[in-house]
T-cell receptor
Framework: SAVISQKPSRDICQRGTSLTIQCQVD?????MFWYRQQPGQSLTLIATANQGSEATYESGFVIDKFPISRPNLTFSTLTVSNMSPEDSSIYLC????????????FGEGSRLTVL | QKEVEQNSGPLSVPEGAIASLNCTYS??????FFWYRQYSGKSPELIMS????GDKEDGRFTAQLNKASQYVSLLIRDSQPSDSATYLC??????????FGTGTRLTVIP
């Protein structure tokens, strides 16, 4: 397994501002991902964070809105840009330690509220 | 068509009973299947994984997979109030993507 730390754990933000969420994993992992979980809903994959290159975004998510960095194997950031109330959600960092079996481990999440 | 479907519940069972959670998936080529437990306000926690047809038991939990029917289930024996949570079914489809169902909310009544 992997221990995944995220910060901030929660924040209240003003409309139009941007916030960067940091994710640190305690061991080297093969893949890192960012998910969003809106109130009462399941998890939606935003993007795969690729080490040293541009992230791979899922349909409906774009780099300008959700820029992602992954400078090394154990650290990634997600920025939520130009926030609106619709961005109020829990953002979850996750990591996979074994590409063959596919288990994902999650950080504690960052709960963002946009006013 | 959704990739992974679950009955959203809520499912209520008395303490000590067996809770049965079900999940169907659409991609017949899926190879890896997972059950996560999510307590309110917390992140998902992996509790079971299953890769081949049949049953896999771990303590009070049993995962069942039937690839022909594209069906995976989770049984919780001797349910405890601490099992009350939302259970998410997840299916690995393709190289990287893990699709999650909407979750089934389970309440175990003391």
């Amino acid at each position: 397994s992997a221990v995944i730390s995220q910060k901030p754990s929660r924040d209240i933000c003003q409309r139009g501002t941007s916030l960067t969420i940091q994710c640190q994993v305690d061991s080297q992992v093969t893949m890192m991902f960012w998910y969003r979980q809106q109130p009462g809903q399941s998890l939606t994959l935003i993007a795969t964070a690729n080490q040293g290159s541009e992230a791979t975004y899922e349909s409906g998510f774009v780099i300008d809105k959700f820029p992602i960095s992954r400078p090394n194997l154990t650290f990634s950031t997600l920025t939520v840009s130009n926030m609106s109330p619709e961005d109020s959600s829990i953002y979850l960092c996750s990591a996979r330690t074994s590409a063959g079996t596919g288990e994902l481990f999650f950080g504690e999440g960052s709960r963002l509220t946009v006013l | 068509q959704k990739e992974v479907e679950q009955n959203s519940g809520p499912l209520s069972v008395p303490e000590g009973a067996i809770a049965s959670l079900n999940c169907t998936y659409s991609d017949r080529g899926s190879q890896s299947f997972f059950w996560y437990r999510q307590y309110s306000g917390k992140s998902p926690e992996l509790i079971m994984s299953i890769y081949s047809n049949g049953d896999k038991e771990d303590g009070r939990f049993t995962a069942q997979l039937n690839k022909a029917s594209q069906y995976v289930s989770l049984l919780i024996r001797d349910s405890q109030p601490s099992d009350s949570a939302t259970y998410l079914c997840a299916v690995k489809t393709g190289a990287n993507n893990l699709f999650f169902g909407t979750g089934t909310r389970l309440t175990v009544i003391p």
